[in-house]
């Protein structure tokens, strides 16, 4: 017996530590009780109405009925005692179940809310490393530079040329946070009538310098015209990104194919390659912030580039996927809704 005492103390001291410091434990509490008080207000209101409604009926039942007053009175009151405890004893019963169900819904309440805390606190945490490692490189290497007493011209020429190639990333990485800010507010300032086709094909011509020295050849089955309402600039780098991300990740002599299709007043543009692909156990995380994938592949950038892409497609109300295969290739699939 003294075994189980200790046990179930131990289980409600480790339970307790863990709920201390839980906000959302807190916030479902409150928010239990919330609902359980105003349930019970209802319900305290319903019964009372229902309990003299139910009463009221039965009193006149049994005094039409009985011609003796006294054995009326008595059943009356035996009655209303029974009644009582039945509802005392049903309303007991609700409220305990009213208790357990609010506290489990509001565990589906807080779920988004707190999933969204989860992420905002990753994304701080990732941006901060992020934004640490160029200030440590630059404060670093000016350290040690003015702690050279034999420093020439020469040394802190390249000192200075490293800096600033380092604040370049920052103040690339510092845009693009402010760009992810930016897109998390759904805005259709600038939008304009866009000739997809012709800006797909512009962006393909851009990058086609970058795919000719990997020897990858670049195929466009361009097929649909089709305008779409939305910002050029925002499209143009979507689509870059999404292209220069394909060259990136094929390997020399590959191939890249753009194909175009409409269905059901949409636009579908998908561009394939026979790249070296994405693992399946992170095909779900392409679009997480800061998220590279194989860390193998010394690409650089911080990795909001496929975050940005999505942000912008959702904003135009569209979508964005991806579907890969482990070294055999990857198709991206962007649909963006028709100019009515």
Do not use: C
């Not at 208790?99 to 805390?117: A, R, S």
């Not at 994304?123 to 040690?144: C, Y």
């Not at 962006?203 to 097929?223: F, H, M, T, Y």
């Not at 998220?291 to 690409?299: I, P, V």
Request: no cysteine; net charge positive; hydrophobic share 40%.
């Amino acid at each position: 017996m003294e075994k189980l005492y200790k046990q179930f103390v131990e289980s409600v001291t480790k339970w307790k530590n863990n709920h201390r410091k839980d906000d959302f434990f807190v916030a479902r509490l409150r928010l239990t009780f919330y609902y359980s008080i105003t349930a019970i207000v209802i319900l305290g209101f319903s019964s009372i109405l229902l309990y003299n409604t139910i009463l009221s009926n039965l009193i006149q039942s049994i005094r039409d009925n009985m011609v003796d007053p006294y054995i009326s009175q008595l059943i009356i009151d035996k009655a209303q005692d029974i009644l009582l405890n039945r509802f005392l004893t049903i309303n007991v019963i609700i409220i305990f179940f009213i208790v357990i169900l609010g506290f489990l819904l509001t565990n589906e309440t807080l779920k988004p809310i707190k999933n969204n805390m989860q992420k905002q606190k990753r994304f701080i945490a990732d941006a901060s490393h992020e934004l640490r490692t160029p200030v440590a490189v630059v404060i670093s290497g000016l350290e040690v530079n003015l702690n050279n007493k034999r420093l020439d011209i020469i040394s802190a020429r390249k000192t200075l040329e490293d800096t600033l190639d380092e604040m370049r990333e920052f103040s690339k990485l510092s845009n693009s946070l402010l760009d992810i800010s930016r897109y998390d507010t759904l805005k259709q300032t600038d939008y304009e009538i866009i000739d997809i086709q012709d800006l797909v094909k512009n962006i393909v011509e851009k990058n086609k310098k970058l795919a000719d020295k990997k020897e990858i050849e670049i195929n466009e089955k361009l097929e649909n015209k089709a305008n779409i309402k939305g910002n050029k600039m925002e499209l143009s780098r979507v689509f870059f990104n999404i292209l220069d991300n394909a060259i990136k990740y094929t390997r020399e002599k590959g191939s890249i194919s753009l194909s175009d299709k409409i269905v059901s007043g949409k636009y579908f543009l998908t561009i394939s390659d026979n790249g070296m692909g994405i693992k399946q156990d992170i095909l779900n995380k392409i679009f997480d912030p800061f998220f590279r994938g194989d860390e193998s592949r010394n690409t650089t950038g911080a990795g909001l580039g496929l975050t940005l892409s999505k942000k912008i497609i959702e904003n135009h109300k569209g979508t964005i996927s991806i579907k890969s295969q482990l070294n055999k290739g990857t198709n991206v699939t962007i649909s963006l809704p028709l100019s009515s």
